[in-house]
């Protein structure tokens, strides 16, 4: 999708989807879209998320791009006092309709 190089990465607790446009911006999909959407996006989750880009840095053997972002796309719209504490300016939740 515009040409940008997308994959799932190999291995347990990677990201669900990578979208990388060469070392410009790097996008990671997090995909939690059958969680209760009663209940709270939970620390697990944001830990998990926040990790994403340092994995596929390790993979691609550069430097995570500026431009990047990790996306929870959960429909959760409540997040733990604990997971916001947890969280870095990278990592953004959106719902799965968006």
């Known amino acids: 999708?515009?040409?940008?190089?997308?994959?799932?990465?190999?291995?347990?607790?990677?990201?669900?989807?990578t979208w990388c446009w060469d070392s410009r911006v790097w996008v990671a999909v997090e995909a939690k879209s059958q969680q209760n959407p009663e209940r709270e996006v939970a620390p697990r989750d944001v830990r998990q998320a926040k990790t994403q880009l340092d994995q596929?840095?390790?993979?691609?053997?550069?430097?995570?791009?500026?431009?990047?972002?990790?996306?929870?796309?959960?429909?959760?719209?409540?997040?733990?006092?604990?997971?916001?504490?947890?969280?870095q300016s990278h990592v953004y939740l959106a719902h799965p309709d968006t």
Do not use: C
Not at 3 to 10: E, F, I, Q, R, T
Not at 62 to 85: F, N, Y
């Open 1 to 17: 999708m515009l040409d940008a190089d997308a994959s799932k990465p190999d291995g347990q607790g990677r990201s669900d989807s």
């Open 56 to 87: 596929l840095a390790d993979d691609r053997g550069v430097g995570i791009p500026t431009l990047s972002a990790v996306v929870i796309s959960s429909p959760r719209t409540q997040v733990a006092d604990e997971a916001v504490v947890a969280a």
